[in-house]
């Protein structure tokens, strides 16, 4: 059977989910954990580490150790959230070819969709390595806040790690499925979603016949665990400088080991009163003598810190429900998604907004993969046992005269949609119009994420305003956009589906493709052989080790010596497969192992 | 509808019947009759109704599948449905529409039974207008679906940039028939009201929901029903020689012979054989509980047959083979939610019929230990995982871990130092073995 995987890509953690005979469940890495740190890095040998281990080094490496990607898929190199990171990055970013962002590495530099593919192929190796067979295709989760060159670029990345992407859905809506899954519930409930970079905060509805129905969603790009991080970063180099008049944050070595301690202390503070920050030699002072930092923060202090953005949460979501027209007691359940729902004051924060306490059945760093994994299986297998009504997060128009944004499909419309709206030409004899394709909430067009562009010419000569030109915007099931324009009076039409502008061309994309397999098929057959080799040779061990008692059992008879010669053969092809580094040779011959181990058993137990 | 496109959809006639039935609905009828509501449905009714229809002609039911012509259609009547719940469902816009086509909006409203989908549609409708052109059929409720009003009314100027004056923005929601502004464009004007019109036919065919997927160990579960419903039926010279005026029994069951020989009461051997047919007939079916529960009954009368027993005992570990996904599933949930006592009692009973599988065994030490109440059973399943998967790291981690719960270090330690051989760079590991230093 096909499996389809559900991949929760966060900024911090990923997560992956597979439904198995109906059951969702997450999948563990191979050392045992549940979440693999978003995290890639390039070793001074040119190795690449993925997850645990790449975070492992990432203080030593810190150059190139690439985290939070995910801020940076399907941006544009001179967007504001790229300037922003470009501050606090300790990896280099440069300009790629078509105005995205590229990271430098030690051997080339890669363009955003391919750090996020070496993470999405571990999670696929993950996969792999627990279903025993090939994994194609993927769903995927995103903020709900992610615009359309996000998305794309998210899904390019997903090609590029050799995965069909059949949905992208977003982060709060799947872990809405997971938490409403087989349970038949009929509610509306809310979706708070804090994790390492970003929030974001979604109203849906449930029916107990398996429908879900996206109500509204909102969010901000800009807040989540390293805001509260960098809270405590500046309390303890504020307080370093007051006592030994040194600045931490002109050392890079120091400011990165501040950021470690900081979300330690953080999340110490989740299940203790206070904690102890404390970082030897963490500096030299101006008399080159070595300085060390050592403060305790309690709960409290850190919650006096970060009251603020909590907050900022708070208000966003009182806005969210507003805009939704939703009073705050019809909101039946609250999910709480995300490392930093476990952070008390937060928690406290919106059980006292919701008047309840948050649901407790969810499992924070594990529901946004299984909403995943079940919307993949959803939609795969026949049955049409869920339905998922999803809305698209962001309005879209078309810039028009002036340079503002004309809405054709607001903000949380339930797709699929298309609407139609009729413009004009705006000049004199103006025989062809622009169609700027923008997505976002600003009303001045250039504040707004440009999604696509196309002309239609060919109008006839008239007056301003005397040409009518109908343009239809349709996004469909998949979330794909597609906008035409078409001339009423020639009937001439124009379109475009806005799909290819996640910042690199088909071409490249190609070329990633067919390198990110040859990575791929490289490392599995290293994998497989590794853990055949293994098998193997601990099953030679274990024949060995019979020998000596089969022999007595059987060494006086003349069938018995044939027997225990011809596993000595097996013994040595078997260890001949090794020394080839054959795995299919390796294969058979673990075979034959087992068959030889097991007869040996037998012939024992039964004396 | 385009009949050349029958053939190249891969939908069932039923499917078929029922995506074009809808797509007439679309063509004449009110808003209430698109979701087959009463007019005086309420809101949750509103919502159920789209609800279901969503589940049947979103385009996700058909994921997949190539639908040829059908795939627009059914983007239209999707779209169709959900501006008209948008509509139906939102107090002002509500009124609006209803005051369109004559209702009073201060009715009251009533909670309602999904109506039958069978069931002919009620009152007379009127006909809901498409966009005209060759514009793909953008579904327009009458009156008030302010995307398509907009559509229709507003002419917006389009770059190269001008100082053409923005014009004002939407007027607010209108009730239908006001007159809009004018524009270079002949809006839509929706009907004043309804029009009676022949009222159409409902999707001819009624939409059965699909029964749940079958588990995929069903073939499995069918062979066991089978070869057992083969052994029981094996016994059938057994229980027939309890009958009467049957010849003596020519093999096996000898103490059930002498048993039923030193019983006189015939009905009560009647009985017993009518039970073990029906235990039979069930197994045959497949009903395994119902087996257990007469099995129960058959013990009960005859306390000491062996071989009914032995029946007994098979019939209820097929019960408990047929509930496994079951109790597994709910075995997870329990763990998920921390009730780890009852997670290891439902663990346990899929591990009693499947000790080769290593996760019932292995999560079954794993909630014993979360559970903390019986660590040498936990120990003990730990060990059959480790057993039945002597590679695995996590099941030595597990091992390790309930022996340092249990206050034996030294073990502990033995159990982290081979999980350590099989995998030293696993972090759980190294966690565990620096606990335990
Ligand atoms: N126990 C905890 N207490 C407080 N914060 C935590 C805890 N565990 C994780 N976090 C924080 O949660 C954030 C990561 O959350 P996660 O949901 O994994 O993020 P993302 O979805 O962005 O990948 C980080 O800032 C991390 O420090
Ligand atoms: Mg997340």
Redesign the interface.
């Given at each position: 059977?096909e499996y389809v995987i559900g991949i929760d890509l966060g900024t911090t953690n990923s997560c992956v989910a597979v439904v198995q005979?109906?059951?969702p469940?997450v999948l563990?890495n191979?050392?045992?954990?549940k979440t693999t740190p978003s995290m890639i890095a390039m070793t001074e040998t040119k190795k690449r580490l993925v997850g645990?281990l790449a975070k492992r080094q990432s203080i030593t490496n810190a150059e190139y150790t690439v985290y939070a990607a995910k801020r940076l898929i399907g941006r544009k190199w001179n967007s504001e959230p790229i300037k922003q990171v470009l501050k606090s990055a300790a990896y280099k970013l440069v300009e790629g070819p078509h105005q995205d962002v590229r990271i430098e590495l030690r051997d080339r530099s890669y363009a955003v969709p391919e750090i996020s593919a070496m993470v999405l192929s571990e999670m696929k190796a993950i996969a792999e390595e627990y279903l025993g067979q090939e994994v194609h295709k993927a769903v995927i989760t995103v903020p709900a806040y992610f615009n359309d060159n996000q998305r794309q670029a998210t899904k390019d990345a997903g090609m590029i790690a050799g995965l069909e992407v059949i949905r992208i859905i977003n982060e709060p809506t799947a872990a809405a499925l997971a938490y409403g899954f087989?349970r038949r519930l009929d509610k509306q409930v809310a979706v708070y979603d804090l994790g390492g970079g970003t929030f974001d905060i979604s109203v849906l509805?449930m029916?107990s016949?398996?429908?879900f129905?996206v109500i509204s969603t909102a969010g901000d790009t800009f807040l989540g665990g390293e805001d509260w991080d960098t809270r405590i970063i500046d309390w303890l180099v504020d307080g370093f400088k007051a006592e030994h008049g040194v600045d931490l944050r002109a050392d890079r070595m120091a400011l990165q080991r501040l950021k470690d301690a900081a979300e330690k202390a953080k999340i110490e503070l989740s299940s203790q009163r206070e904690t102890e920050v404390n970082l030897p030699f963490i500096i030299t002072s101006g008399r080159n003598e070595a300085l060390h930092l050592q403060r305790v923060l309690t709960r409290a202090e850190f919650e006096q810190l970060t009251a603020d953005l909590v907050q900022r949460t708070v208000d966003i979501m009182d806005q969210t429900l507003d805009d939704a027209g939703i009073g705050r007691d019809e909101i039946e359940d609250v999910v709480l998604v995300g490392g930093m729902t476990r952070v008390p004051s937060i928690e406290r924060a919106v059980a006292q907004f919701f008047g309840r306490e948050p649901s407790?059945?969810?499992?924070p760093d594990e529901v946004v993969a299984l909403g995943a994994a079940i919307q993949g299986a959803?939609?795969?297998?026949?049955?049409?046992?869920m339905?998922?009504?999803d809305v698209t997060p962001h309005t879209l128009g078309?810039?028009?005269?002036?340079?503002?944004m004309?809405p054709l499909i607001p903000q949380n419309t339930?797709v699929?949609?298309?609407?139609?709206?009729?413009?004009?030409?705006?000049?004199d004899n103006?025989t062809a119009?622009?169609?700027?394709v923008m997505q976002g909430e600003h009303e001045r067009g250039a504040d707004n994420e440009l999604l696509g562009e196309f002309i239609l010419d060919g109008l006839r000569r008239a007056g301003?305003?005397?040409v009518?030109?109908?343009v239809?915007f349709e996004i469909?099931?998949d979330g794909i956009v597609s906008v035409r324009a078409?001339d009423?009076e020639t009937?001439r039409d124009q379109s475009i589906t806005v799909a290819a502008t996640s910042g690199l061309t088909k071409d490249e994309i190609r070329s990633m493709v067919e390198e990110g397999k040859r990575f791929a098929v490289d490392r599995k057959a290293g994998e497989e052989f590794e853990a055949k080799r293994?098998?193997v040779e601990?099953l030679i061990h274990e024949v060995e080790k019979m020998f000596g008692p089969v022999e007595k059992v059987v060494g006086s008879s003349d069938f018995g010596r044939d027997a225990l010669e011809r596993a000595r053969g097996v013994i040595d092809r078997a260890r001949q497969a090794v020394s080839k580094k054959d795995v299919t040779l390796l294969k058979e011959q673990s075979d034959a192992l087992s068959r030889t181990l097991r007869v040996f058993k037998g012939v024992v137990a039964r004396t | 509808m385009a009949d050349a496109g029958h053939n190249a959809a891969d939908l069932t006639a039923t499917e078929r019947a029922d995506i074009d039935g809808m797509s007439m609905l679309l063509e004449g009828g009110t808003l209430y009759e698109l979701l087959k509501v009463p007019d005086d449905a309420d809101r949750r009714s509103v919502r159920d109704a789209y609800f279901r229809l969503s589940k049947q002609f979103h385009p996700d039911a058909f994921y997949g599948r190539n639908l040829g012509p059908y795939r627009e259609r059914l983007d239209t009547i999707f779209r169709a449905l959900t501006s008209a719940y948008d509509v139906l469902s939102n107090k002002t816009q509500r009124a609006e529409y209803d005051r369109s086509i004559g209702l009073d909006p201060s009715r009251p409203l009533v909670a309602t039974a999904p109506v039958a989908e069978s069931a002919p549609t009620t009152a007379p409708s009127a006909p809901l207008r498409t966009q005209s052109g060759t514009q793909p059929a953008v579904v327009v409720p009458p009156a008030v679906a302010p995307s398509a009003r907009d559509a229709s009314t507003q002419s917006r100027a389009i770059v190269p940039p001008q100082p053409a004056q923005r014009a004002a923005t939407d007027p607010p929601a209108r009730p239908a028939g006001a007159t809009e502004p004018t524009k270079p464009l002949q809006p839509l004007q929706p009907p004043p009201a309804a029009r009676p019109m022949q009222s159409v036919a409902p999707p001819s065919a009624t939409s059965v929901s699909r029964p749940a997927m079958p588990a995929p160990t069903e073939e499995q579960q069918r062979a066991a029903r089978e070869a057992l419903a083969r052994k029981l039926a094996g016994n059938r010279s057994l229980s027939q020689s309890a009958m009467p005026a049957v010849q003596p029994p020519v093999s096996a069951g000898a103490s059930l012979q002498s048993q039923f020989a030193n019983r006189t009461d015939i009905a009560q051997r009647q009985k017993v054989d009518a039970l073990r047919a029906s235990v039979r007939e069930l197994v045959a079916k497949g009903d395994f509980v119902g087996a257990s529960n007469t099995m129960q009954i058959l013990r009960a009368l005859v306390p000491d047959d062996k071989s009914i027993e032995q029946e007994a005992l098979e019939v209820q570990r097929q019960l408990l083979l047929q509930l496994a996904p079951k109790n597994t599933e709910a075995a997870r949930e329990a763990e998920r939610t921390r009730h780890y006592a009852n997670a290891a009692a439902l663990w346990s009973k899929v591990a009693a019929v499947k000790p080769e599988d290593f996760e019932p065994n292995f999560r079954l030490g794993r909630c014993l230990l979360a559970d903390g109440k019986e660590l040498a059973r936990a120990a003990e399943y730990a060990r059959k995982a480790i057993s039945i998967a002597p590679r695995r790291v996590d099941a030595y981690v597990l091992l390790a871990e309930i022996f340092e719960a249990a206050g034996k270090p030294a073990s502990a330690k033995a159990a982290a130092e081979q999980a350590a051989k099989l995998d030293p760079t696993a972090l759980a590991v190294k966690d565990l073995l620096a606990r335990l230093r």
């Open positions: 059977m005979n109906g059951v469940t563990p191979r050392q045992g954990y645990h087989g509805e029916s016949d398996g429908v129905k407790k059945g969810v499992h959803a939609l795969v297998e026949q049955g049409n046992k339905i998922l009504l078309v810039m028009v005269a002036g340079g503002m004309e339930t699929p949609t298309a609407r139609t709206r009729t413009f004009t030409t705006s000049r103006q119009v622009k169609i700027l301003a305003g005397a009518e030109i109908d239809t469909n099931a078409k009423l009937g293994q098998e601990g | -």
